[in-house]
């Protein structure tokens, strides 16, 4: 992990857990729309267990991202800018830290991948800390699996039950996150209630 000195306003935690969020197109997504999203992240000893569960209902297999998600010092919620293979996006979230399935609130800017924004929001806000982490990525409608190795921390699945279309209610999405916690077998020991961002920062 890399940490750096704060150089802007100072870090927060994530607080409310609405669901609503505006995705801004850049040529990769050609309007905007809302999007509401609920989550759960767990800790695993052996990511090849979990993703051989899953293939038991033929999800779509999206590919393996080597991401990098570089945190800023922002005043409320988080702010990231992720820089991958499959995924380049700049995201602003609030999530609660909460263990189990939870709402988020996301504005989300894809881009075409350039330095000069790093630099940019480098300069203005202070890098607050880097994750790195390689992650499988596998669709099922819409849902969406991560099955993920970062460094530093170890290995972790995460489900997200994402409606791009306001064709979902919040409690469905809900129903969607809890139905493959149930899926999956993970006990409650083993749900994280915080960003890998702070658990790395903890873990200095």
Do not use: W
Not at 71 to 86: A, D, P, Q, T, W
Not at 108 to 135: E, M, N, W
Not at 151 to 163: K, R, T, Y
Not at 172 to 201: E, N, P
């Amino acid at each position: 992990m890399r940490r750096y000195e704060e150089v802007g306003g100072e870090g927060e935690k994530g607080r409310g857990c609405d669901a609503d969020a505006l995705i801004i197109g850049t040529g990769l997504i050609d309007a905007s729309m809302k999007l509401k999203n609920y989550e759960f992240k767990a800790r695993v000893d052996d990511l090849q267990e979990y993703e051989k569960k899953l293939l038991t209902v033929d999800p779509e297999f999206r590919g393996t991202d080597h991401q990098t998600d570089t945190y800023f010092n922002v005043k409320s919620g988080r702010l990231k800018l992720r820089e991958g293979n499959i995924e380049n996006a700049l995201i602003n979230y609030d999530r609660e830290d909460i263990s189990g399935s939870k709402k988020s609130d996301v504005i989300l800017y894809r881009h075409t991948p350039d330095i000069a924004l790093k630099d940019i929001l480098g300069r203005q806000f202070g890098i607050k800390v880097i994750v790195s982490k390689i992650r499988r990525i596998y669709f099922k409608g819409n849902v969406k699996f991560h099955f993920d190795t970062v460094e530093g921390l170890g290995s972790f699945i995460e489900v997200e039950a994402i409606d791009e279309r306001d064709e979902f209610t919040t409690e469905q999405l809900k129903a969607q996150c809890d139905h493959y916690l149930r899926f999956f077998g993970v006990t409650d020991d083993q749900l994280a209630d915080r960003s890998y961002s702070d658990m790395l920062q903890r873990s200095v």
